[in-house]
């Protein structure tokens, strides 16, 4: 079994930072990557960022140039670092881990970019 417990999310204005964790425990010697999508209101979840073992990174669109994914593998964590927020960037962010074939997902949290 593997757990994602996220942690970071909270109400920023627009043109501010947030950094979002992801902590992983559990079985995950198969990990082949991690990363972070989101949801917001009446859409689809959808991939924000990427980062598979090898080291290679994938970025939606949208978020290219303001967000940044890496890792701290001694802590089995994840991070995303979010600048230059925008208002549309509001909506619950999932932690993901692709392990063994498996998807696993964190509990969710919110980022709400409101003035």
């Known amino acids: 079994q593997v757990q994602l417990v996220e942690s970071g999310g909270g109400l920023v204005q627009p043109g501010g930072s947030l950094r979002l964790s992801c902590a992983a425990s559990?079985?995950?010697?198969?990990?082949?990557?991690m990363g972070w999508y989101r949801q917001a209101p009446g859409k689809q979840r959808e991939l924000v960022a990427l980062?598979?073992?090898?080291?290679?990174?994938n970025y939606a669109d949208s978020v290219k140039g303001r967000f940044t994914i890496s890792r701290d593998v001694a802590k089995n964590t994840v991070l995303l670092q979010m600048n230059s927020l925008k208002p549309e960037d509001t909506a619950v962010y999932y932690c993901?881990?692709?392990?063994?074939?498996?998807?696993?997902w964190g509990q969710g949290t919110q980022v709400t970019v409101s003035s």
């Open positions: 980062l598979i073992i090898d080291g290679r990174t």
């Open positions: 559990g079985s995950i010697s198969s990990m082949y990557s």
């Open positions: 993901n881990m692709r392990n063994g074939g498996h998807d696993y």
